[in-house]
């Protein structure tokens, strides 16, 4: 029988729309023998520190290869939005630690500067003392205070500076782009994660932007490396992902919940985002892998 994860601190921070970096949750957790979590996927990154303990991270790539990953206390590991993985603690020694999820214009500009990718997402910080004020840092994040969003959001911008310090990257700055189109694109993100069940286009998308269809088009390239209308579908497949891993819903109900009335329609967009069907999704993800 699956072990359940023992409840620690959790914070869920209020919709309050920051745009270079926007915080989600936060919490910290002291796991039993034996506890996992996943299969799961999440739309935003995810940064797991580990105080004490070992465990071990199982995460697809960007093929849907799923390579597996041991870590020990002192370490940290990344997860990226619409990536699935499973993590589990470790049978001798526990581990325990704090999490952040959190996401952003500058979001991704971070994390490469702090040396994670799909590919290499284990931190290992050279820099300790940075380490331990990063930790602090998230800590002090998941505690259910009385503090305003403002002091929150301080808080994560110190762990950002961290997450880069630590990983021996002292010297490189943000560089940030032009501020109007940094609130385009974010406004375009925020419009996609409330909107993505609904009809919606890339015209809706610009129109909400109050900017031209080409113009969105050119920014979503330039800075993401994909158009609007790819980052929707993955954005959807993404949430069909989690539906499909959390719920007992049919693969015609999840594709409705998504935004796809035509089954047929959501499977074919599901597999060429995952490599395989629905259906062989969940009953690999939940029985074919560990």
């Known amino acids: 029988m699956k072990t359940e994860l023992k409840p620690g601190l959790f914070y869920l921070f209020h919709n309050e729309n920051f745009l270079d970096l926007n915080p989600y949750q936060c919490g910290y957790a002291d796991n039993a023998e034996g506890a996992s979590f996943g299969p799961c996927t999440r739309n935003h990154y995810l940064f797991h520190y580990v105080i004490s303990g070992t465990g071990r991270l199982a995460a697809d790539d960007e093929n849907g290869t799923e390579h597996n990953f041991q870590i020990h206390s002192g370490q940290g590991f990344m997860l990226f939005p619409f990536q699935v993985a499973t993590y589990y603690t470790g049978k001798e020694h526990p581990w325990e630690y704090v999490w952040i999820e959190f996401d ?20 290992k910080p050279s820099d300790r003392v940075a380490a331990h004020e990063m930790m602090e840092a998230m800590m002090d994040m998941a505690r259910d ?86 980052y929707l579908i993955k954005y959807r497949m993404s949430r069909a992902a989690q539906l499909l891993l959390t719920t007992e819903f049919s693969v015609g109900e999840i594709g409705n919940a998504v935004g796809y009335s035509n089954q047929l329609h959501f499977s074919r967009a599901f597999k060429n985002v995952y490599g395989i069907s629905p259906k062989n999704f969940r009953d690999t993800k939940r029985n074919g892998k560990t």
């Open 145 to 230: 205070s009385d503090r305003t969003s403002y002091y929150k959001i301080s808080k994560l911008y110190q762990f950002a500076d961290c997450l880069i310090r630590g990983a021996g990257n002292k010297h490189i700055p943000l560089g940030a782009s032009g501020s109007l189109s940094d609130y385009y694109l974010q406004t375009a993100f925020l419009y996609i994660e409330k909107n993505f069940m609904n009809d919606i286009s890339v015209e809706s998308i610009a129109q909400r932007c109050n900017i031209h269809r080409n113009q969105l088009l050119k920014l979503f390239k330039e800075r993401i490396g994909q158009g609007p209308q790819e």
């Open 104 to 123: 952003g214009v500058y979001a991704a500009s971070i994390v490469e500067k702090a040396g994670l990718s799909i590919a290499s997402p284990i931190y």
